[in-house]
């Protein structure tokens, strides 16, 4: 029976079999780095903060204590977590994170620094925590996320201990949002396999018919486009679709930090802020503006995410692979368009989607990147 604070981490007993392992051997020393890798939506960054947490807690990880519950609300001062609001991390963020990982834990024996997306990391950023890495002061623990191992420079991968998590399968996720989140089982299963087992898409397309809805008319529109004028308004459109879904979600989340950090500050009648509680949230405010940027980006990357299973899906069709669709929903419109078209052209449009968010990543302007996109997913009439 694994101990609580892994409860709310699912399907991925491999990898908390290794780290409980770690924390139960903690007493005799804890390996100074490790990465945590696996596929957006796996859990990486709340796998991190639950090992970070287990080590930290007398009892290895009871979920309860208050070692545990600042941990776990990430007010814990002897956890230093370094998240991407940006779009990229900067050498000063590594800078300042690998000076206070000299200064050793305030509370327990342990300091134990994250780094969210570590993949983010410049060349140069590399090279500064590389040097941390070689020479770890007594006590620091390195925790860093990245989709996979490649993502990391090989000097970095050579210190580090390897935790993968898997990505689970469709049935997988359906099962949790059933069980946890009371989504009707059908629905469940179609939420999925569209999230294609991102287990905070699915939910998120379980529980919002506006996000299912706006994915939707995404996808409708890129299966219509038939013309360079439609190309052009389509790609006005999937820009206006990713802003207000990137909005929506930004008001979600920033409400529900809000709530978490009222509760952890005692706070409970929520309608008038004591004076004590107001810096607390104010400096909460401002780290919230500060993602907006980054928001837009990660929604026209999920926009770009759904394209490609949605053309996917048009190659399976003409390859007759006989696979279940990602996007049964659309299947007439996805027929018609294999008709109307070769697998070749699919592979090539599958290409130019990969190659549009290569772009975006690299800040290209993005109505420019998006509107060369839409013309190249034409399908004729
Ligand atoms: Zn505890």
């Not at 859990?43 to 208050?66: E, I, P, Q, Y």
Request: charged share 25%.
């Amino acid at each position: 029976m694994p101990t609580p604070i892994w409860r709310e981490l699912f399907g991925q007993s491999d990898a908390i079999a290794q780290l409980e392992q770690a924390v139960s051997n903690r007493d005799s020393g804890v390996h100074h780095a490790w990465l945590m890798t696996g596929p957006p939506g796996s859990g990486r960054s709340n796998m991190a903060v639950a090992f970070a947490a287990a080590l930290l807690c007398k009892d290895g990880g009871c979920a309860t204590c208050h070692s545990c519950t600042l941990a776990m609300s990430g007010n814990h001062p002897d956890i230093n977590l370094l998240t991407t609001e940006k779009v990229g991390i900067s050498i000063e963020e590594v800078r300042n994170l690998v000076v206070s990982a000299q200064m050793g834990g305030s509370m327990g024996r342990y300091r134990i620094m994250i780094i969210e997306d570590a993949d983010r990391m410049a060349e140069r950023s590399s090279n500064v925590l590389l040097k941390a890495l070689e020479e770890p002061p007594a006590g620091t623990v390195w925790i860093l996320c990245a989709p996979s191992e490649a993502d990391m420079l090989p000097t970095i991968r050579s210190r580090v201990r390897r935790i993968a998590l898997k990505t689970p399968s469709v049935e997988e996720v359906a099962k949790l949002l059933v069980e946890r989140d009371s989504i009707e089982h059908s629905l469940a299963l179609t939420v999925a396999a569209e999230a294609q087992s991102h287990i905070g898409m699915a939910r998120r397309l379980g529980t919002s018919v506006d996000a299912r809805g706006r994915r939707k008319d995404t996808l409708v529109a890129a299966l219509a486009i038939d013309t360079v004028t439609n190309a052009v308004y389509t790609a006005e459109r999937w820009i206006e679709l990713a802003r207000r879904d990137a909005d929506a979600l930004t008001a979600e989340r920033d409400a529900d930090e809000r709530d978490e950090l009222l509760r952890v500050l005692g706070v409970e009648d929520t309608s008038k802020l004591p004076p004590y509680a107001r810096a607390d949230v104010k400096a909460l405010e401002e780290s919230q503006k500060k993602r907006a940027t980054r928001s837009l980006r990660d929604g026209l990357d999920r926009i770009l995410v759904d394209l490609l299973s949605l053309f996917r899906d048009v190659l399976m069709v003409q390859l007759s692979a006989g696979v279940p669709l990602v996007n049964e929903s659309l299947k007439s419109q996805i027929d018609s368009v294999a008709q109307r078209s070769t697998a070749q052209q699919s592979l090539e449009k599958l290409h130019q989607i990969e190659l549009a968010r290569t772009r975006i990543a690299a800040n290209v302007k993005d109505l420019m990147v998006l509107e060369a996109l839409a013309v190249n997913l034409k399908t004729k009439r």
